[in-house]
């Protein structure tokens, strides 16, 4: 069973940077995909970056430029920087993973069998 647990969420003011870790425990296979997503209240959880294990990546295209996530493959930990936060980036943040998921669905939540139980970002203007 895969436990993913993530930390790092806060507030910012609109320009700052933080950076979210997910440490994940339990059997990962070796070619797995993991991502984060975000929840806003009243909206549908979407894609926010992906990550396989070769360190393929994909983004959203409204944080392009402005996040980048990493893998940490030895620690299995998956990272998110996210520098010049605006407001429309506060929402719960996910951490997610799976063993494989295709390279046109790895920002698709149905495609993630493991969750991790979020971590608030709140940006102000």
């Known amino acids: 069973q895969v436990q993913l647990v993530e930390s790092g969420g806060g507030s910012v003011q609109a320009g700052g940077s933080l950076r979210l870790s997910c440490a994940a425990s339990?059997?990962?296979?070796?070619?797995?995909?993991m991502g984060w997503f975000r929840q806003a209240p009243g909206q549908e959880r979407e894609g926010v970056a992906a990550?396989?294990?070769?360190?393929?990546?994909r983004y959203a295209d409204s944080v392009k430029g402005r996040f980048t996530v990493s893998k940490d493959n030895a620690k299995n930990i998956l990272y998110l920087q996210m520098d010049s936060l605006k407001p429309e980036d506060s929402a719960m943040y996910y951490c997610?993973?799976?063993?494989?998921?295709?390279?046109?669905?790895?920002?698709?939540?149905?495609?993630?069998?493991?969750w991790g139980q979020g971590t608030q970002v709140t940006v102000s203007s």
């Open positions: 339990g059997y990962i296979y070796n070619g797995n995909c």
């Open positions: 997610a993973a799976d063993e494989w998921v295709g390279p046109n669905r790895r920002l698709k939540t149905s495609e993630y069998t493991y």
């Open positions: 990550i396989r294990s070769a360190g393929i990546t």
